[in-house]
Nanobody, 124 residues
Framework: QVQLVESGGGLVQAGGSLRLSCAAS????????MGWFRQVPGKEREFVAD????????KYADSVKGRFTISRDNAKNTVYLQMNSLKPEDTAVYYC?????????????????WGQGTQVTVSS
């Protein structure tokens, strides 16, 4: 069982930055692909970014490319999402997810582990 706890959400003005963190309980953290997703009430959850087990491969949604950066520290069992140049449309609950493999497609996170989410609100 893997427990994920997100932190770092909050309220920020448009153009500002936030860094989300996701701490994992798993001793096998370094063998898991990790991802960030977000959801707005009434809409489907959408993929934001993910990173392979060793950080060698990353993927981003087109809407965040060039503004967000995903990274991980396997020694700390933590994955990060640095969010810069935030826009009001980035407002959502952000979820951390772990896939049951070292590199994953977006769909493969559905069968993995999920955190409780952290709210990010960007004011205009």
């Amino acid at each position: 069982q893997v427990q994920l706890v997100e932190s770092g959400g909050g309220l920020v003005q448009a153009g500002g930055s936030l860094r989300l963190s996701c701490a994992a309980s798993a001793r096998t953290f370094s063998t898991l692909a990790m991802g960030w997703f977000r959801q707005v009430p009434g809409k489907e959850r959408e993929f934001v970014a993910d990173i392979s087990w060793n950080g060698g491969s990353t993927k981003y949604a087109d809407s965040v490319k060039g503004r967000f950066t995903i990274s991980r520290d396997n020694a700390k069992n933590t994955v990060y999402l640095q969010m810069n140049s935030l826009k009001p449309e980035d407002t959502a609950v952000y979820y951390c997810a772990a896939a049951r493999k070292i590199i994953a497609t977006k769909d493969e996170y559905e069968n993995g582990y999920w955190g409780q989410g952290t709210q990010v609100t960007v004011s205009s």
